[in-house]
Antibody, heavy 118, light 107 residues
Framework: EVQLVESGGGLVKPGGSLRLSCAAS????????MNWVRQAPGKGLEWVSS????????YYADSVKGRFTISRDNAKNSLYLQMNSLRAEDTAVYYC???????????WGQGTLVTVSS | DIQLTQSPSFLSASVGDRVTITCRAS??????LAWYQQKPGKAPKLLIY???TLQSGVPSRFSGSGSGTEFTLTISSLQPEDFATYYC?????????FGQGTRLEIK
């Protein structure tokens, strides 16, 4: 069974940093691109970042470019999102999601809440 | 960036109704479109990928169509568990944008 479990969310002050993790199981992690998608309270879905299976290709939304860094460790079946210079507008539930050969995000984690507030 | 516009943003319907949600792309995206269902407090669930392919385990009352810039999600006979918010997403090019969502509520 495919499972994605996010962790690392919490309350952080504006300008602070946080590192999210996503532990994957039930599939060959190293064969799939992975994504982070976020959802601000009461709002729609926003794609944040993607990383290819071997980390060769990395993409970011303009809203996080230069502040967030996506990475992965295929030996540990884990995906990460390092978030720096956090702003109030980064407050959201952050989901990791598997990319099914760029036809869809076919599996999602349960999400982890990041709150940026003083 | 490719913009996706869903219509309507809000839909009120009854159990047994047939409903259609439209997703329009600001430029052609071939068939690189997916549809998701999200219920409150839950992660999105994939329904349709490649514009018209039903994800495994999704009931056949859901169907998708379209290519290029106009796409539709149809639910042939609404069931109580279908009342949720629906999103389209394009995966033709980065950034992988989502539509703003369509909230489907019980009339």
């Amino acid at each position: 069974e495919v499972q994605l479990v996010e962790s690392g969310g919490g309350l952080v002050k504006p300008g602070g940093s946080l590192r999210l993790s996503c532990a994957a199981s039930g599939f060959t992690f190293s064969s799939y691109s992975m994504n982070w998608v976020r959802q601000a309270p009461g709002k729609g879905l926003e794609w944040v970042s993607s990383i290819s299976s071997s980390s060769s290709y990395i993409y970011y939304a303009d809203s996080v470019k230069g502040r967030f860094t996506i990475s992965r460790d295929n030996a540990k079946n884990s995906l990460y999102l390092q978030m720096n210079s956090l702003r109030a507008e980064d407050t959201a539930v952050y989901y990791c999601a598997r990319d099914s050969i760029s036809t869809a995000l076919d599996y999602w984690g349960q999400g982890t809440l990041v709150t940026v507030s003083s | 960036d490719i913009q996706l516009t869903q219509s309507p943003s809000f839909l009120s319907a009854s159990v047994g109704d047939r409903v259609t949600i439209t997703c329009r792309a600001s430029q052609g995206i071939s068939s690189y479109l997916a549809w998701y269902q999200q219920k409150p407090g839950k992660a999105p669930k994939l329904l349709i990928y490649a514009a018209s392919t039903l994800q495994s385990g999704v009931p056949s009352r859901f169907s998708g169509s379209g290519s290029g810039t106009e796409f539709t999600l149809t639910i042939s006979s609404l069931q109580p568990e279908d009342f949720a918010t629906y999103y389209c997403q394009q995966l033709n090019s980065y950034p992988f944008t989502f539509g703003q969502g369509t909230r489907l509520e019980i009339k």
